[in-house]
């Protein structure tokens, strides 16, 4: 089992930024990937960003490139979500997710289907 809390999230101003974190813990050796997902009220699940492959590799869904960036500290097991230049369009609960994906399938990183392992999430509100 893996476990994943997320923390960091708030209340901020259009413009203003925000860090997320999420704490990995448990078997995190059957993992390999942590994305980054929100939900905003009445609207899908979608990817928002995603790391794998020891933290050395990054993609972002279109609306957020540019202002958030997504990281990793292998030391403390945990995943970041530097979020920027926020939009009201933003607000959203945030969560992250694991799950393991072979070499072909990270493309597939950004969907919610393939992941196992999800956190309670945090709530991220931006006022215009």
């Known amino acids: 089992q893996v476990q994943l809390v997320e923390s960091g999230g708030g209340s901020v101003q259009a413009g203003g930024s925000l860090r997320l974190s999420c704490a990995v813990s448990?078997?995190?050796?059957?993992?390999?990937?942590i994305t980054w997902f929100r939900q905003a009220p009445g609207k899908e699940r979608e990817g928002v960003a995603t790391i794998y492959n020891g933290g050395k590799n990054s993609y972002y869904t279109d609306s957020v490139k540019g202002r958030f960036t997504i990281s990793q500290d292998n030391a403390k097991n945990t995943v970041y979500l530097q979020m920027n230049s926020l939009k009201p369009e933003d607000t959203a609960m945030y969560y992250c997710a694991a799950t393991y994906f072979g070499s072909s399938g990270v493309g597939y990183a950004l969907e919610p289907r393939y992941f196992h392992y999800w956190g309670q999430g945090t709530q991220v509100t931006v006022s215009s």
């Open positions: 448990g078997s995190t050796y059957s993992t390999n990937c």
